[in-house]
């Protein structure tokens, strides 16, 4: 069965420092997105990607946060420079239709990011 | 501001001991509602979509129902494999493509 694949699994880092987290979509799929949760609370969306630019952002997803489908399989977010407060479980979702329509995201397993 | 509720936040049940979880929101002109299944350590995993209310959705031993303002998550005869945390979550009016989950309730059965 065609799942979504999350690089790192764990990635430790200084606060200051730049991160690069990695996710292989599902193949058919056009809609991309990144969630976090901070431990004990609810799954937040950053941001949504389509047709090779951003779709829409939250809040929490500023300046230092960035995105990219660098070629046909990956899509990553990068922070660029770390803050305590960025740890948390960084999630990546794809979706045939956008999820507004069906809801139906197909999450990967996550990648934990602990900011020292 | 959209808002989802889900109570309660925690459960422990008795295998084969059925109840219900309840997902309360606020948003105007509801375009559906979502459960999700989310192991711990896991990402969520999909469920069931609820467009409108009064509809019905059912996968082993779950049922979701959906009424104007709330929606709920039945287990019938629970197993321990049950075991995990169960959110809901609605597409944001002020972003389409984003949904806004609760914070979920932790299922716990015990054999």
């Known amino acids: 069965e065609p799942e979504v694949t999350q690089t790192p699994s764990h990635q430790v880092t200084q606060m200051g420092q730049e991160v690069i987290l990695r996710c292989v979509p599902i193949?058919?799929?056009?809609?991309f997105y990144w969630y976090r949760q901070i431990l004990g609370q609810k799954v937040e969306f950053l941001v949504s990607f389509y047709n090779n630019e951003i779709s829409e952002k939250s809040e929490i997803f500023d300046d230092q946060f960035s995105v990219e489908r660098p070629d046909g399989s990956n899509f990553t977010l990068k922070i660029r420079s770390t803050k305590l407060e960025d740890s948390a479980m960084y999630f990546c979702a794809s979706s045939v239709e956008t999820s507004s329509n069906t809801g139906e995201l197909f999450f990967g397993e996550g990648s934990r990011l602990t900011v020292l | 501001e959209d808002q989802v509720t889900q109570s309660p936040e925690a459960l422990r049940l008795q295998e084969g001991e059925s109840s219900s979880l309840n997902c309360s929101y606020t948003?105007?002109?509801?375009?559906?509602l979502f459960w999700y299944r989310q192991d711990p350590g896991k990402g969520p995993e999909f469920l069931f979509t609820?467009?409108?209310a009064g509809e019905e959705k059912e996968k082993e031993r779950l049922k979701a129902t959906l009424t104007k303002k709330e929606s709920f998550l039945h287990i019938t005869a629970p197993k321990p494999e049950d075991s995990a945390t169960y959110l809901c979550a609605v597409p944001s009016n002020q972003a389409g493509t984003a949904l806004i989950f609760g914070k979920g309730t932790t299922l716990s059965v015990s054999s």
């Open positions: 193949s058919n799929h056009l809609y």
């Open positions: 948003v105007s002109g509801l375009r559906g």
């Open positions: 609820l467009y409108s």
